[in-house]
């Protein structure tokens, strides 16, 4: 429908156009319309366009003016400005281990009733046989460039807190991630006690029992450079993982090791996928590596590899 025609001495582009009619044209496009009027408002390009006006109701061309004298961009219709990265962790240190049985169904070692009424096994790298995915690993972006107000404050509204649960003596679920802004919470289901304990970087240790059947809030200073572990010191197989940031880009993997980060303002951005561990499975430790972020589209870093264990 639409070819570039000659470029004239005065800068502008002919743009050869085969709509049925000049009131077709400018019906289709209303920025077109708004680099007309602006033509008529500068006398050498109204002469120009003036000059062509004829030209185009005979042969349907159409001038656009050089981008120095076009609208302000800002006043353009919104378009996509975000887009998703997403990939896979994968396992590739050799056989999947046999993951160990910390606590068997009615284990005699163990007190609390409640603990055993299923068996625990150890969750710290849980890999899917099938996919080879490894779940609960962290990918997240590291100091994301771009604006991502909008998007920051619609998932503190949307989740003002994140809520870890204690189940049959293990955390539920066993890996979370923290907005700063949001509210930690540790509650208890379980007719016994446990507690909380953690040595975080930026916001100190922690060492608190959550009461029986009750709750408690963990006050966050400051976001964590990296994922905290998580442990409660009666039950020593209860582990699991938090990670506190200060901003929306950030997830845990799935059973099949699959992650996704939506929102993501376009240009250059710096991933990180860890795993407790595996440590970094991206390139680049703690910077990450570097994906490049196109809006209205799906940046596919493809499988993530766990190549050692720690
Ligand atoms: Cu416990």
């Known amino acids: 429908m639409i070819g570039l ?4 001495s005065d800068g502008s582009v002919v743009i050869n156009y085969n709509a049925a009619s000049l009131s077709d044209l400018f019906s289709m496009n209303p920025r077109i319309r708004t680099e007309i009027a602006m033509n008529r408002s500068q006398p050498q390009v109204r002469r120009n366009f003036l000059a062509r006006i004829g030209a ?6 159409m001038v656009i003016v050089p981008a120095s004298l076009q609208a302000d961009p800002s006043k353009a219709p919104a378009a996509a400005t975000t887009g998703t990265i997403k990939g896979r962790l994968v396992y590739a240190a050799g056989p999947i281990p046999t993951p160990k049985v910390e606590v068997k169904k009615d284990d005699p070692r163990v007190k609390d009733a409640i603990c055993k009424v299923e068996e625990h096994v150890n969750r710290e790298l849980v890999i899917d046989p099938a996919t080879k995915g490894v779940a609960n690993g962290f990918a997240y972006l590291v100091k ?10 619609e998932l503190l509204a949307k989740n003002p807190q994140v809520v870890f649960d204690q189940v049959h003596c293990e955390f539920i679920p066993y890996a979370a991630v923290v907005h700063k802004d949001q509210k930690l919470i540790f509650k208890s289901s ?3 006690g446990h507690n909380i304990r953690f040595n975080s970087f930026a916001n100190g240790g922690f060492n608190q029992m959550v009461p029986t059947n009750g709750q408690l809030t963990i006050p966050i200073k400051k976001e964590e450079r990296r994922p905290t572990p998580l442990e409660c010191s009666i039950h020593p197989w209860m582990t699991g993982y938090f990670f506190i940031v200060d901003h929306p880009f950030a997830v845990v993997t799935k059973p099949d090791g699959s992650f996704e980060i939506s929102g993501v303002p376009a240009g250059p951005q710096q991933l990180v996928v860890w795993q407790g561990k595996g440590g970094y499975a991206t390139e680049g430790g703690n910077k990450g590596m570097k994906v490049e972020v196109k809006a209205g589209e799906v940046s596919d870093v493809g499988d993530v590899k766990i190549t050692k264990i720690k």
Not at 5 to 8: A, D, E, N, R, T
């Open 5 to 8: 025609g000659l470029v004239p």
């Open 56 to 61: 185009l109701a005979a042969s349907a061309s």
């Open 144 to 153: 994301p460039t771009g604006d991502y107000a909008a998007t920051e404050k």
């Open 190 to 192: 379980d007719p016994v």
